[in-house]
């Protein structure tokens, strides 16, 4: 079955204590992306990655790192968490950014920082 | 950059139908998506546009016009699992990246 999967799913966490959300997917797409989804804020871009070793900023990277050493995997990593980065997290692949590709969506990682 | 505004939140009737507008600024113009997100789910594709008019599909269509920087989404026979949140997203050229931007997303309430 094609999918986006994301782990973990709930996660809680303290201050300053580094931690990774995994994300994979088996439907061999060159495009994948972190978003963060905040009541009132949408959905909101924090990295992309268009290829193998190919990463860069989206709207909201700030405290947050990605790597794509492999093209099904882009993990997010949070080296030191703080209370406002308490938030849903959505990873997403795409086979391209060109005609009407849509993007396809993991079940999402909720995170709260205490 | 690119600024997208749809309404926050709407209510509507099962069986009737229901349109939710977004309007965008932006330049370099490639696109833009129509999504489904019930609560605490991921979001789900509806409907692409890129060029001027209507794409139908099923009881959900699209339409855009991009002189007006205006599109909405047409739901009929309204159900009540169509009570989510629907996002439009807009894709520009970034550079050459063609990012989408996601808008806040309308809440979609539909009551007996």
């Known amino acids: 079955e094609a999918q986006v999967t994301q782990n973990p799913r709930y996660l809680i966490t303290v201050t300053g204590k580094k931690l990774t959300v995994t994300c994979s997917q088996n439907?061999?797409?060159?495009?994948m992306s972190w978003y963060r989804q905040d009541p009132g804020l949408g959905l909101r871009q924090i990295y992309y990655?268009?290829?193998?070793?190919?990463?860069d900023k989206g709207d909201v990277p700030e405290g947050y790192k990605v790597s794509r050493k492999e093209k099904r995997n882009f993990p997010l990593i949070l080296e030191s968490p703080s209370p406002n980065q308490t938030s849903l997290y959505f990873c997403?692949?795409?086979?391209?950014?060109?005609?009407?590709?849509?993007?396809?969506f993991g079940p999402g990682t909720r995170l709260l920082v205490l | 950059g690119q600024n997208i505004d749809q309404p926050t939140e709407m209510t509507a009737t099962e069986g009737a139908i229901v349109q939710i507008n977004c309007t965008y600024q932006?330049?370099?113009?490639?696109?833009l998506f129509w999504y489904q997100q019930h609560a605490g789910e991921a979001p789900t594709f509806l409907s692409y546009?890129?060029?001027?008019g209507l794409e139908e599909k099923g009881r959900f269509s699209s339409f855009l016009s991009r002189s007006k920087g205006y599109s909405y989404l047409l739901l009929k026979e309204l159900q009540m699992k169509d009570s989510a949140s629907y996002l439009c997203?807009?894709?520009?050229?970034?550079?050459?990246?063609?990012?989408?931007?996601f808008g806040r997303g309308t809440s979609l309430i539909v009551h007996p």
């Open positions: 997403a692949s795409s086979l391209s950014l060109g005609g009407g590709e849509t993007q396809y």
């Open positions: 439907m061999n797409h060159e495009y």
């Open positions: 990655s268009m290829n193998v070793e190919a990463t």
């Open positions: 932006t330049s370099g113009f490639n696109g």
């Open positions: 546009n890129v060029l001027d």
């Open positions: 997203a807009v894709r520009d050229d970034r550079g050459g990246s063609y990012i989408p931007t």
